[in-house]
């Protein structure tokens, strides 16, 4: 679990589910209060003023579903967005090239160093060229440094090429 996940107190998901909860249930559960403020009693019959409450129940439970329900979506699509991505080293060469020779758009540069990478070695390799990304980018100690790290993912795609 990570730091951000204590910040705020809640997740994402929660904070939604919370929020179509209470659009969704809110109406659902006026709705009884509506119909018993509506009308009189039909004369000549015993009165029974007062809300649904079966209909109250099920308006509860249904906010309560879909509360929790979206609740389980939000989180599980977030969950899913933030898996490790599957970069090969040819791929990931190909994208140190690309910075190098000042091609690489800068989407493609954060996208880079913001998805972690499934293969240790190489998500250690996008962790320094984060550390690098920044005001001395195109330095020449910056430049450097990126040559050291496309030799070294040059050097894990070459076994695998063979």
Request: charged content about 20%; proline content about 6%.
């Amino acid at each position: 679990m990570g730091r951000s996940d204590y910040e705020d107190g809640g997740t994402v998901g929660g904070k939604c589910g919370y929020a179509v909860a209470a659009i969704v249930g809110g109406p659902l559960i006026a709705f009884p209060f509506l119909l018993d403020a509506l009308g009189d009693c039909i004369p000549g019959t015993k009165c029974t003023k007062g809300p649904d409450w079966p209909l109250v129940v099920v308006a509860v439970l249904i906010a309560c579903v879909v509360g929790f329900g979206s609740r389980w979506l939000i989180n599980r699509f977030i969950r899913w967005n933030h898996r490790p991505h599957e970069r090969t080293p040819d791929q990931v060469a190909a994208l140190l090239r690309s910075m190098l020779n000042r091609s690489a758009s800068q989407g493609e540069i954060d996208y880079f160093i913001s998805v972690k990478i499934a293969d240790p070695s190489l998500d250690a390799i996008r962790e320094q060229v984060g550390l690098l990304y920044g005001p001395g980018w195109d330095g020449a100690v910056a430049r450097q440094s990126l040559n050291e790290l496309l030799e070294q993912v040059e050097a894990m795609a070459a076994p695998r090429s063979v």
